[in-house]
């Protein structure tokens, strides 16, 4: 008896240690972090029941570089995020094969989209004031968005009881504002499918 | 020896249990459902082509995603209509061909079954219409609303965007720029999204 217990022990941990060296060198999959300057991604698991929340749980890595991790199969969330830009978040499936995940293109967030109005207020206005349409006009409500290369302004009529509230949009396109929509009482996003929707959604329900 | 005898039997009994719970359990394992889509079409005796290959009127077994149905009958326009089939979903497609020769042009008049057929096919498409543009535009179903004293109108009606014909429109009858104002700040109100929804604007005092 004791020498089959000397004999089946160690091939009991060899067994044990085969299939955690197979999990961790064959089902396991590596998955490459490169986080772009300014920027961090942290790696977690999902927040609550069913994974679907895609909230960020328990964190797993956080890079603000580069970073290798081996996973197991599953579903894992990715925060992007940075001083200047707004979060974004990203649901990942680790299966069959390797990922290398980089930092996308981010939104800045609301505090630098303000900063950076002040400084493009004045070649906006040069091109609001030069739609002939906007004589009298005066800026109700503006923003800029996305990477602060989109901007959208209510507009208040000189006279309210005869004329509308008008809102415009402007891209800005190799440094240079130009009207991505002319002028209107409210925009539908299908007729503007250049426009990203967020930006036609904030003027339209301003 | 007898004991052991036994538990052999035991073994093998185990055995042919396991492996026939194994054969049930495939036998009776509920493959799923392919997805389906049902073809109407007059004259009952067209052609119908799914992906180049040919399909029947009636029930069609097909793959999800995205089909192109070509309906024919000689003496009648060609239709050809892309369609989105789901899995666990009811898909179907209502064709009604029309007449392009002088052979045809009172074949309806003429074949009672496909006269019948047809009203049932108009009337099945007209019902799939409108649930689609209640899921698009989810307004609709509250409409049409009068704003208090009359100052506005809205209401639905055809989408004059030309990416966006099958989307019913919203109609803003109002006459004055703080009637619009309020109109669209009741559509607010009720927690519609305003950039999903093409809205016109008309000033027709009679309609009010």
């Known amino acids: ?206 | 020896m007898q004991q052991s005898q036994t538990r052999k039997k035991l073994y093998i009994a185990g055995g042919v249990g396991i492996v026939g719970i194994l054969i049930l359990v495939s036998v009776f394992h509920k493959q799923p459902a392919k997805p389906t889509i049902t073809i109407a079409a007059t004259p009952l005796s067209a052609t119908v082509s799914i992906n180049g290959k040919r399909g029947v009127v009636g029930t069609n077994i097909v793959q999800s995603g995205s089909i192109e149905i070509v309906v024919s009958h000689k003496g009648f326009a060609t239709q050809t209509r892309i369609a989105t089939v789901q899995r666990n979903a009811t898909n179907y497609a209502g064709f009604i061909l029309a007449s392009n020769s002088q052979a045809t042009a009172n074949w309806y008049s003429e074949h009672s079954a496909d006269q019948q057929a047809s009203s049932s096919i108009a009337s099945k498409q007209s019902d799939i219409s409108a649930t689609e543009s209640i899921q698009n535009v989810p307004i609709i179903q509250i409409l049409p609303y009068l704003g208090p004293g009359l100052e506005y109108r809205v209401d639905y009606g055809v989408n004059p965007s030309p990416t966006a014909v099958q989307t019913p429109a919203i109609y803003i009858n109002a006459l004055t720029p703080k009637a619009r104002a309020d109109a669209l700040h009741w559509i607010k109100s009720r927690g519609y999204d305003l950039a999903t929804m093409k809205i016109v604007f008309t000033s027709d005092p009679t309609t009010l």
């Open chain 1, 1 to 206: 008896m004791v020498r089959l217990i000397i004999i089946l022990t160690p091939l009991v941990l060899l067994s044990i240690g085969g299939v955690a060296m197979w999990q961790h060198y064959v089902v396991d999959k590596i998955v490459t972090l490169r986080a772009a300057a300014g920027t961090s991604i942290t790696l977690g698991k999902p927040f609550g029941p069913g994974n679907n929340a895609g909230v960020l749980g328990d964190t797993i890595l956080q890079t603000n570089s580069q970073a290798k991790i081996r996973l197991s199969p599953g579903s894992y969330i990715l925060v992007f995020s940075g001083a200047d830009y707004a979060a974004q978040t990203q649901k990942i499936t680790v299966s069959s094969n390797n990922l290398t995940l980089s930092t996308p293109s981010l939104n800045y967030s609301a505090q630098k989209l303000d900063s950076l109005l002040a400084d493009e207020k004045p070649a906006i206005q040069t091109v609001v004031s030069g739609i002939n349409s906007l004589s009298g006009y005066t800026t109700s409500y503006e923003s800029l968005y996305g990477a602060g290369d989109w901007y959208a302004a209510k507009l208040a009529p000189p006279d309210p009881t005869t004329q509308d509230v008008l809102r415009v949009v402007l891209h800005k396109e190799n440094g240079v504002w130009q009207v991505a929509a002319t002028p209107t009482l409210i925009l539908y996003s299908g007729d503007y499918k250049s426009i990203p929707v967020a930006v036609v959604r904030d003027i339209d329900n301003s």
